[in-house]
T-cell receptor, first 115, second 116 residues
Framework: AQKVTQTQTSISVMEKTTVTMDCVYE???????LFWYKQTASGEIVFLIR????KKENATVGHYSLNFQKPKSSIGLIITATQIEDSAVYFC????????????WGSGTKLIIKP | NAGVIQTPRHKVTGKGQEATLWCEPI?????VFWYRQTIVQGLEFLTY????????DSGMPKERFSAQMPNQSHSTLKIQSTQPQDSAVYLC??????????????FGPGTRLTVL
């Protein structure tokens, strides 16, 4: 069964600090792709970063990076030097290579950045 | 580079009326997806087109919902006889492709449908 779980419903941190959001997934496939998206207050869903299951190196894009722990089926999102505009809901998603197109979504984590 | 375009951004219909939502995917993207988002259900997959062909509509409520992609530059989602439970944000997304490569999906701004 495919499943993506985000247990943190809400996180609040001070501006300019580092925050980590957790995500665990379940899959039987040996090849899969993991994505993080951000949904802003306006409702816009923005792609942030992805990790391919066969890559050992953690992906990094700007001030976003991933902590990919394959044996634990875990893909954490790390945001460094947080800014007020990082306040949003963050979704983790997975797509199995065999499934071809279906994205399995987590329930989201609301991140609040305090000034 | 224009992103995914969705129109209208907001639509209000009366119960029983028809609603048509439009999506223009990113040029060159061969895969188009429709989702529905509500607070209760979260993000729900509705349907998927690849190279304009309907591939999977397993998420579409039967009878009143239909989706088409008459050409590579636009797709429509039509809801007949709208009901209050259809109120949601309808999101369109596109990607370069699918299959064994990590093609991420890019989302449009969504259409907020309110059925009175």
């Amino acid at each position: 069964a495919q499943k993506v779980t985000q247990t943190q419903t809400s996180i609040s941190v001070m501006e300019k600090t580092t925050v980590t959001m957790d995500c665990v997934y379940e899959t039987q496939d040996s090849s899969y792709f993991l994505f993080w998206y951000k949904q802003t207050a306006s409702g816009e869903i923005v792609f942030l970063i992805r990790q391919d299951s066969y890559k050992k190196e953690n992906a990094t894009v700007g001030h976003y990076s991933l902590n990919f722990q394959k044996p634990k089926s875990s893909i954490g999102l790390i945001i460094t030097a947080t800014q007020i505009e990082d306040s949003a809901v963050y979704f983790c998603a997975m797509r199995e290579a065999d499934s071809n197109y279906q994205l399995i979504w987590g329930s989201g984590t609301k991140l609040i950045i305090k000034p | 580079n224009a992103g995914v375009i969705q129109t209208p951004r907001h639509k209000v219909t009366g119960k029983g009326q028809e609603a048509t939502l439009w999506c223009e995917p990113i040029s060159g993207h061969s895969a188009v997806f429709w989702y529905r988002q509500t607070i209760v259900q979260g993000l729900e997959f509705l349907t998927y087109f690849r190279n304009q062909a309907p591939i999977d509509d397993s998420g579409m409520p039967k009878e009143r919902f239909s989706a088409q992609m008459p050409n590579q530059s636009h797709s429509t989602l039509k809801i007949q006889s709208t009901q209050p439970q259809d109120s949601a944000v309808y999101l369109c997304a596109s990607s370069l492709g699918t299959g064994g490569s990590s093609y991420e999906q890019y989302f449009g701004p969504g259409t907020r449908l309110t059925v009175l």
